[in-house]
Nanobody, 123 residues
Framework: QVQLVESGGDLVQPGGSVRLSCAAS????????MGWFRQAPGKEREGISC???????FYSDSVKGRFIISRDDVRGEVYLELNNLTPEDTAVYYC?????????????????WGQGTQVTVSS
């Protein structure tokens, strides 16, 4: 049974940081590309970062230079470090997995999804 479980979401002040985790099980993690997506109220789901099975990373312009993606293939986990947060980063953050094919931020290409974790940036 495939599972992706996100954690680490929190209420953070502007300029602050938070680290999200996603624990995967039920599939051969190291052979999958992993992505992080977010969805704010009233907006479409947005791809923000991915890390391929070959450990190549990619970031959307909206988070480049502020967020850092990493993965631990032994533990079967992927992480997203969010820095210099602004209220515009407030959203539910999701991790997702797709069979190795190179980094891509198109949601429809991802087969497995977690339930999401809320990040709220507010003073």
């Amino acid at each position: 049974q495939v599972q992706l479980v996100e954690s680490g979401g929190d209420l953070v002040q502007p300029g602050g940081s938070v680290r999200l985790s996603c624990a995967a099980s039920g599939f051969t993690f190291h052979r999958y590309d992993m992505g992080w997506f977010r969805q704010a109220p009233g907006k479409e789901r947005e791809g923000i970062s991915c890390l391929s099975s070959g450990h190549k990373s990619f970031y959307s312009d909206s988070v480049k230079g502020r967020f850092i993606i990493s993965r631990d293939d032994v533990r079967g986990e992927v992480y997203l470090e969010l820095n210099n947060l602004t209220p515009e980063d407030t959203a539910v953050y999701y991790c997702a997995a797709r069979w190795s094919g190179g980094c891509n931020l198109t949601p429809s290409l991802y087969a497995y999804w977690g339930q999401g974790t809320q990040v709220t940036v507010s003073s």
